[in-house]
C-alpha cells in the first residue's frame, strides 16, 4: 500500500508563489509515474501536470504552462509542484496522484493525464489565491 502526503498549500495573494511537496512512502520500488490534479468549489477535479517514472518526460495542463513546473526526487520519493504567478482560478484542493508501474522499463517515459490511470491519490492540499 502506498502512501502520498501533500503538503505546502496556504493562503497567497495573486501573483505570488507556492511549492507543494509530496512524498510517497512504502513504495519499495521506485518504478511509478507521478502526476497533480485540482479540484475546485463546484468543479470535476482536473489534470494539472504530470511526471514520468525518469523525470524527464513532463506535461502539463494549458492553463498552468508557463506558471507551474513539476519535478521529482526519486531518491527521496517526492514530487514537487513549484506554482509562480498564481491566479485567483487557481484556488483549489490539490492532490498528487502515483502509477505503480511494475518492471515494464519501456512506460520509464510515459506521463499519464487521466484520473483513471493513477492507482494512490493523497489526501490533498488547499491552495487559496486572493485577488
Known amino acids: 500500500q502506498v502512501q502520498l502526503v501533500e503538503s505546502g498549500g496556504g493562503l497567497v495573494q495573486a501573483g505570488g508563489s507556492l511549492r507543494l511537496s509530496c512524498t510517497a512512502s512504502?513504495?519499495?520500488?521506485?518504478?511509478?509515474?507521478m502526476g497533480w490534479f485540482r479540484q475546485a468549489p463546484g468543479k470535476v477535479r482536473e489534470f494539472v501536470a504530470a511526471?514520468?517514472?525518469?523525470?524527464?518526460?513532463?506535461v502539463y495542463a494549458d492553463s498552468v504552462k508557463g506558471r507551474f513546473t513539476i519535478s521529482r526526487d526519486s531518491a527521496k520519493n517526492t514530487v514537487a509542484l513549484q506554482m509562480n504567478t498564481l491566479k485567483p482560478e487557481d484556488t483549489a484542493v490539490y492532490y498528487c496522484?502515483?502509477?505503480?508501474?511494475?518492471?515494464?522499463?519501456?512506460?520509464?517515459?510515459?506521463?499519464?493525464?487521466?484520473?483513471?490511470?493513477?492507482?494512490?491519490w493523497g489526501q490533498g492540499t488547499q491552495v487559496t489565491v486572493s485577488s
Open positions: 511526471v514520468s517514472w525518469s523525470g524527464g518526460s513532463l
Open positions: 512504502s513504495v519499495t520500488a521506485s518504478r511509478y509515474a
Open positions: 496522484a502515483a502509477k505503480i508501474l511494475g518492471t515494464i522499463s519501456s512506460l520509464r517515459e510515459k506521463t499519464y493525464l487521466r484520473e483513471d490511470e493513477y492507482d494512490y
